[in-house]
């Protein structure tokens, strides 16, 4: 397993620390509030580490360090330490690519057929730099750069909002080629370096590993998994890419929040003028696919939270998931990591967003804001309970408490876990693979499903019919990407579910090979099933990446 299996929580064993610079005692209060938050949510959560900064724009920084850098080592995370931010590096790659601007050597208005025309995309001649910052350039997410017959878009350029780790890829190449350096070396020149980030590095390299925090992921990939639950040693993966190859120390990030409260408020530092700067946070594109109400430009996410704006990101990598948010009219911000796979389904949103209001509170004379729960909580909980009866008689029974649930399933009671909605995570045996997913009409639950098993509260109403071409599809889909995870492919009626650790997204039929993850008709992504052997597909194949039939 690359290391002794250890339980999560045992991270709070370490000798959690903060420090600071600056402020008075309302301050000192809300850093040691913001420590207590962060080794809650390491307990709670299964955690091994975490590193969290809180800055404000007259000069205070505070600093949090809890948990394990490495468990079996037992060292505790340090202000040395390097974390992997993830999807924040985006913030970097579009700094970069303006700096280029601001110096008249490229254009936000530049194509890409002109830019990197060695990259085909069908669909995409219109396709411009400032597309590819702001997520609306129609490519798919995650297709490799190169593959037979070119990428694809999904809608024409600039009329939808979609995340694209793929149009970051390619705006790493452009600033590659117009400036003459790899990007990694750019930018440390350009970005990292000129703000004072000398700890920090442009690229995840195995000979700087020493410097890094090990990362840590589930022991199991192919499952649910309930928090705190078990976890191992990560893999390490090196990376350069304009989607998020940075690395970071605690002490690095807060001089990039404090940098991009200035940004905010029209100062460009020692990146860009100032006028690039107002440019650089002028007209964002509507990020409806981010939150209803929420604008992306130039790697930044533009979010109201409890009537607040914030800018906001967050980063998810292989043993590493980041967040960071800046509220530009108070001026404070705060940046939060830890040492964990996404897959663990984990963003330490609510540590940065509740440490911009624990500052604020201080600087303000305020009462602390109340920090959301550390634990999961199910809302209305009896709209789950009652009897429910598979086809072939197989039944369970949900029992609901005040804010929990628990399966009774042949005279074995089971805990139950939300991940996710109305999906729950079960240790009885029968369904710690697949788990439990709800379906709920007028506040209470008609169906449920354990992978492609129904159980209905009614049986009556007949259970749903799954084509045989259909049925053949489903099975366990793996590769070794280590960025990708294992796919179970379920049916469920002319539908499939596929479902990724304690993720699930529904797929909807095209024609007899393609299906769409989703319901928007406008995403680039398709899947497809190939390669047949005894009437099942070997391949599944999602935008170009390709995971073959295993165990099923």
Known sequence: MGGAIVAASLASAASAKSWKSGGGRAQSKALSRLQNY??????????????ACMVDREGFAGFVASGLADVDKKIPVGPDHLFHIGSITKMMTSLAAW??????????????????????????????????????????????????????????P???????????????????????????????????????????EGALRKIDRPRHAQGYEPVLFDRPHARPGPVTAAPWVDYDGGAGCVAATVGDMALFLRFLIDLAGGKGGAVFSDETAVRFMTDPAPAPGWDETAKYGNGIARIELDGRAYLHHTGGMVSFSSSLHVDPQAGV???????????????????????????????????????????????????FSGAYIAENGDSFEVVATENALAVSRNDRVSKMQPIGGAYFVCDDPVFDEAGLEFEIENDKAVRAWSGGVEYLV?????????????????????????????????????????????????????????????????????????????????RMIGSGEVQLRRFS
């Open 38 to 51: 962060a080794d809650q949510h390491c307990a709670d959560w299964g955690l091994p580490g975490m590193t």
């Open 99 to 156: 700096s280029l601007i601001d110096e008249g050597k490229l254009s936000p208005d530049a194509r890409l057929a002109e830019l990197m025309p060695e990259i085909s995309v069908r669909g995409g001649e219109e396709i411009t730099l400032q597309q590819l910052l702001n997520h609306n350039s129609g490519l798919p997410n995650g297709a490799p750069l190169f593959m037979d017959g070119g990428l694809w878009t999904g809608s024409a």
């Open 458 to 538: 009614d049986p009556s109403k007949g259970y749903i019919s799954v084509p045989q071409d259909v049925k053949a599809l489903e099975g366990l889909y793996d590769s070794d990407d280590r960025w990708g995870l294992p796919s179970r492919v379920y049916a469920r009626g002319d539908k499939l579910c596929v479902k990724n650790a304690n993720y699930i997204e529904t797929l909807t039929r095209l024609d007899n090979e393609n299906w769409r993850p989703g319901s928007d008709a406008q995403t680039a992504e398709w899947i497809r099933f190939d390669s047949m052997i005894n009437g099942k597909p070997q």
């Open 158 to 200: 600039g009329t939808y909002w979609a995340y694209s780790n793929t149009g970051y890829r390619i705006a790493g190449k452009i600033i590659e080629r117009v400036d003459g350096r790899l990007f990694p070396e750019v930018l440390e020149a350009r970005v990292l370096r000129p703000i004072g980030m000398t700890h920090s």
């Open 333 to 383: 911000a705060a940046f939060a990591s830890s040492n964990i796979h996404y897959a663990h389904n984990y963003r330490p949103r609510d540590v940065s967003h509740y440490a911009c209001g624990l500052l604020r509170a201080a600087k303000e004379s305020a009462e602390p804001p109340v920090p959301k729960p550390t634990k999961p909580e199910v809302k209305n909980p009896t709209q």
